[in-house]
């Protein structure tokens, strides 16, 4: 037997013996068993990813993993600095290797049996946003305060939350669609509603970190705030200890508070009373000229300066800075066998304004194409040593302050076919046009002499 010296063979290896030569074309080596971590097929069903491959109603569902697998990289993962000691169980995040194969049987799996948690997080909604009713909603209300003043009742949850399950599905009867394959839960409904609600979970995690991450760039030392963010909690560190330390300390009424108070923000009464706040300036006019802003300012603009303030680069911190405006346009179109006015930049006559003007009378067209909003593609030459504020995007004026009439809740003005008469809604129709306004913040940056 020929020795191979340019590779190493480990010694558990067991060569396969190879077939004899007249055989070659019609027999192959028999390989041995590979044990994996993938599980075990079902009975009766010994190919179930072949199947559901070569089923014709998954078609749109299959390229899912392909999906997943198209971010992963080609090269393994970097090996961990630190050796793992000998017979300590591996980190879940790198127990099984990284496959194709493990990776879709895995996720098939999660999808037929995520189901449950769905159910879960549509019921909390429901509770949070007062979606049932508000007798849904104060019984909760009722028993988180029950168990404020009573906390040693906390240890007895499990033992509620058992008897509730039991309780609650004595009339349910195991159904045939119980103990179906894998193939027949792909085909289903329910396969697809899991999907979908992964989609959007992976949307909103997504939303939230976008909106956490400059929060957490503070914690980093990648701002200048870190620093005096850092002084005053260790200051409020000491004065907080001895407060907690309080024997008069209402920790009941604290924690009831903490828990009813998000709960009264979500009722839709409570939110509809908190609109008015939007156009009430005057008490924090005081706060916006200390803070170094327009006191004009509406309230959302108002947030939405401070948190655009925290992520500007050092650069534009001391620097001239400006604003400078666009306007969206379009144009209502009734399409035959709807109801409703479809609007749309595309109905604009090509006569009239474009699709994004430099003022609100339709002069300075833009150059950027008929569409939504783009974050790079609705820009313009600026003067010589200004520049567009690289941490922010356009903002859209939803108060509409360019206008004594205001606009709508998504900062329209409608106007009519001569884009003239604004009127901030279009409830009682007649309207064929309308625009709202974009804001954008530009710093000076003087250019170097040549």
């Known amino acids: 037997m020929e020795s191979i010296d340019y590779i190493d063979i480990p010694p558990w290896a067991a060569r396969i013996k ?12 028999t390989p041995l068993p590979i044990r994996t971590s993938l599980p075990h097929p079902q009975p009766g069903n010994p190919h179930p990813q072949l199947t559901s491959l070569l089923s014709p109603t998954n078609a749109a569902l299959n390229f899912l993993p392909n999906v997943l697998m198209s971010s992963v ?11 793992r000691k000998t017979g300590q169980p591996p980190l879940l995040s790198v127990k099984d290797p990284l496959s194709l194969a493990i990776m879709s049987a895995n996720f098939r799996r999660f999808v037929s049996k995520v189901g449950p948690v769905f159910w879960l997080q549509d019921r909390v909604e429901e ?8 007798k849904v909603t104060s019984t909760w209300i009722a028993a988180y305060a029950f168990l404020c003043y009573f906390p040693r009742l906390l240890f007895l949850l499990p033992q509620v939350a058992i008897i509730a399950v039991i309780l609650a599905t004595y009339k349910y009867s195991p159904s045939s669609s119980d103990t179906s394959s894998t193939v027949q839960e792909e085909e289903s409904v329910a396969w697809q509603a899991n999907i979908q609600a992964i989609q959007n979970l992976m949307g909103f995690y997504s939303d939230a970190y976008d909106a956490v991450h400059p929060l957490v760039l503070n914690l980093t030392h990648r701002t200048p705030f870190t620093l005096p963010l850092l002084t005053l909690v260790t200051l409020s ?9 309080l024997p008069s300390l209402p920790i009941r009424t ?9 709960l009264a923000l979500t009722n839709p009464h409570i939110q509809s009373s908190l609109l008015v706040l939007r156009h009430v300036d005057r008490n924090l006019c005081w706060l916006r000229s200390k803070l170094g802003l327009d006191p004009k300012l509406p309230l959302t603009t108002f947030v939405q300066r401070l948190i655009d303030d925290n992520n500007l680069a050092d650069s534009c911190w001391t620097a001239e800075m400006r604003e400078v405006e666009l306007f969206e346009n379009e144009r209502h179109l009734d399409a035959q066998g709807e109801t409703e006015k479809s609007w749309s930049k595309e109905n604009l006559k090509s006569d009239e304004r474009s699709a994004w003007t430099r003022g609100p009378d339709g002069l300075g067209g833009s150059t950027a194409h008929r569409g939504s909003l783009c974050s790079s593609n609705l820009t313009f030459t600026l003067e010589p040593g200004w520049h567009f504020v690289q941490t922010e995007d356009w903002r859209l004026d939803v108060d509409a302050t360019w206008t004594a009439q205001g606009g709508d809740s998504n900062g329209w003005v409608y106007t009519n076919d001569s884009w ?3 009127r901030p809604s279009n409830a009682g129709g007649g309207a064929a046009t309308r625009k709202r306004r974009w804001v954008r913040r530009i710093w000076y940056n003087p250019p170097v002499d040549s």
């Open 420 to 422: 003239l008469d604004p």
């Open 254 to 262: 604290i924690c009831l508070s903490l828990g009813i108070v998000p």
């Open 18 to 29: 190879s077939a004899p030569a007249k055989s070659k074309s019609r027999c192959r080596p």
């Open 127 to 134: 509770i949070v946003m007062w979606r049932r009713g508000w």
């Open 237 to 245: 560190l000491i004065p907080g200890m001895l407060f907690v330390s």
């Open 73 to 83: 990289p080609t090269n393994p993962p970097p090996e961990k600095s630190k050796k």
